[in-house]
């Protein structure tokens, strides 16, 4: 039960990471004309990021 909660935990953080650093790229590092490509690129993978870090963190209080 132990290591089903860290791995829920790996799994929540990880897609958090990942939403706060494709955010972060896209409005402050990116610059210019290039800003525009890469939020559009990333829209995806922020979409994907927020539905598994919902589900990972409904499975976290459930394990809690």
Same mark, same amino acid.
């Given at each position: 039960?132990?290591?089903?909660?860290?791995?829920?935990?790996?799994?929540?953080?990880?897609?958090?990471?990942?939403?706060?650093?494709?955010?972060?790229?896209?409005?402050?590092?990116?610059?210019? +004309?290039? /800003?525009?490509?890469?939020? +559009? /690129?990333?829209?995806?993978? +922020? /979409?994907?990021?927020?539905?598994?870090?919902?589900?990972?963190?409904?499975?976290?209080?459930?394990?809690?």
């Amino acid at each position: 039960m132990e290591s089903l909660v860290a791995v829920c935990r790996f799994v929540h953080f990880a897609a958090v990471f990942i939403l706060f650093g494709s955010i972060a790229f896209g409005s402050v590092i990116a610059a210019g +004309q290039v /800003r525009a490509l890469v939020v +559009q /690129r990333l829209a995806s993978w +922020q /979409r994907i990021a927020i539905w598994v870090a919902a589900l990972s963190a409904v499975v976290w209080l459930a394990l809690a």
